[in-house]
């Protein structure tokens, strides 16, 4: 095992598949940030769990670390921990069994599943996970697994024993988190539902030879959708493994199929991403294929039609079951074997693979190192323990996967490297990344919500390639809402080429995207990555989108920018693009002094103003009074800055007398003169006052007016 992060998690937490969609964006050059904090911290120990016994096969007991040598790839490593972990191995006394109909408990008592401590401390316990692959399981083989569990909990379990209980059917769950109550199990695992099977089945390969007669001459071939199964599966796996990978104790993962078919080197990449993963986190892998002994006869099974071609008369049909049962078989025999575990397979008897979990952690010693090995590319070491014990057996994990860098890793390594920093609760600093997000009204309760994310143009690494520089960078993001369920996506990369890279480092980079959300609390997180080096950068941040039903003036985010540049749309969601130019948003809030700061900002539903206009004098004549035009409305607003509790700076009051008809909205855009400014921080205050209904608003943001006369250039420019 290979760990970096010294923190107990009490509880099976589960990182749930995002879908990535992709969307449009652009990255922009704009005006340069302030230089940010940097901290990383990576403490690599490999963990080899070994259990010595002697020729009757009873655990060796009271060795110590001067015991043990411990070789990686043929070179001695220096052990830097020794623990001897021990549970009990003594049978609780057996629950009252209840009768079980298809998976279902007949009489059980009603009780919620117990959730776990607030501290629960892990050693000297068993630490097991009974995972139930719903997907690949026929109705009869859900019975059995869950038979099976049933009777581990009610006969076997001990009092060492802290299990959970998870499963996978159309998603991935945790049904009882761990707990020693042995009722509490007994009702999750009895919970499961033996209809989930045969959902996510493999289907056919598209030929018919071989295949039943079925009146059908078209077979579809769905291979491509295997090859998506399987990977589903894995990363289940891998999944639960990230999940415990903080207890430090050896865990035991049990898990319950009927089978898994690898597809060539497609699904090649996932399965050794979930050993490895495994691997990492201490975590052994039991497989159990809940088909058991399966005899193949040659006409195929009583209850299928009779087979097309010649295989049934060749030995064909009966050599192809047999090649797809095996492979169906190798993948759990991997899984087990390079994690540590073992596979229980052709056998009906489906509770020894919990004796066998018992009897791998009842006692075993703890073994830790660092690797004198720097090189991280990702290549399988192999681990050789020797105990100074004369006459022993040792067993342990034979080896495990490097760490990969950048330089080493593959496509998929480098996708799953963005999942896991948007899924981590650790930010990533190696590039210094600023959001911002606001939002505008399109329809009751609908909102466009735009997304600025900007990166120091000085981070990024450019190549050069003709007469360009060019570098690209990878961007993920995702917006949740209170119950921490997905709202939005975005999964982008960005290629960016210029002649020269002199003036981009002196600045930022920019992308925009967007994205369509209720009104509402939100979560964002974005993850950027440049694709030179591997540097990666995230921020996150909570938005809010207010409910209009319950404010008296209906404003909008107001959007600060200092470029306008020519767009090409004609027509777009984004309030920003308006007259054919789209205002790019100044994400720091840092202004130049001779820079242009422009204001956008929009209200909705203003009052009508039914007043009557005032009276004018025209040529020494009084003017009758004039009704207001039709649909009018009186919204005012002006921007004042103040430094400290001085008022600096106000801005000429502007009017809004109609709504613009492609907004449905008091549009206000505008622009503030900075020339007349010193360079220092102000405090920004905008006043929007609904003059007809008597309401009003006055959002305040910080800026930042620098001198470009104090201002020297980046290092080494």
Known sequence: MIWSVDIVRRALALMLAVAMLPASGWAQVQGDASS??????????????????????????????????????????????????????????????????????????????????????????????????????QPEEIERAVNSGIQFVEKQMTAADLVAVASLGSSIAVNQDFTSDREALRKAIASLNPASGQGFENGSTGDTEGTSDNSNGFTADDTEYNIFNTDRRLEAIQSLADSMSAIQQKKSLIYFSGGMSKTGVENQAALRNAINRAIRANVALYTMDLRGLQAIVPGGEAQS???????????????????????????????AADTGGKAFLDSNDFGQVFKQVQKDTSAYYMLSYRSTNPARDGRYRKIAVKAKVPNVKLEYRTGYYAPRDWQHSQKDDREQQLLDELTSDIPSTDLDVYLQAGYFRLSENRFYVPVSLVVRGSQIPFTTSGDKDKATLDVIGLVTDEEKRPAGNVRDTVKLAVEGTREVRRKNVQYETGFYLPSGKYHLKFVLRENEKGSIGSFETDLVIPDFKKVPLKLSAVVLGNQLQPSAKKKSDNPLVRDGQELIPNVTHVFAADQKLYFYYEVYDPAKDTRKAEEAATAGAAKPAEPAPKNAVRVLTNIQLFQGKAKVYESPLVEARQLAPDRKAAVFQFEVPLTQLKGGLYTC?????????????????????????????PAGE
Request: glycine share 6%; charged share 25%; proline share 5%.
């Open 305 to 335: 039609a009779s087979m097309r071609g010649t295989s049934p008369y060749s030995g064909a049909s009966v050599r192809n079951a047999m090649d797809a049962n095996f492979d169906s078989q190798e993948t759990l025999s991997t899984l």
């Open 685 to 713: 205050q905008v006043n929007v006052i609904d003059d007809a209904a008597g309401a009003f608003a006055f959002p305040r943001l910080m800026l930042y007016v620098r001198d470009n006369k104090t201002v020297s250039p």
């Open 36 to 137: 940010g904090f940097k901290l990383k911290h990576d403490v690599e120990i490999v963990l080899v769990n070994v259990v010595v016994r002697d020729k009757s096969g009873n655990v060796v007991r009271g060795l110590n670390k001067d015991d043990f040598t411990i070789l990686e790839d043929g070179k001695q490593q220096t052990l830097s921990s020794f623990n001897f972990e021990e549970t009990d191995t003594e049978a609780l006394p057996p629950l009252e069994t209840q009768p079980t109909v298809m998976g279902a408990l007949k009489n059980a008592p009603k009780k919620a599943a117990v959730a776990p401590e607030e501290k629960v401390d892990f050693h000297g316990h068993r630490v097991m996970v009974l995972f139930y692959d719903l997907s690949s399981m």
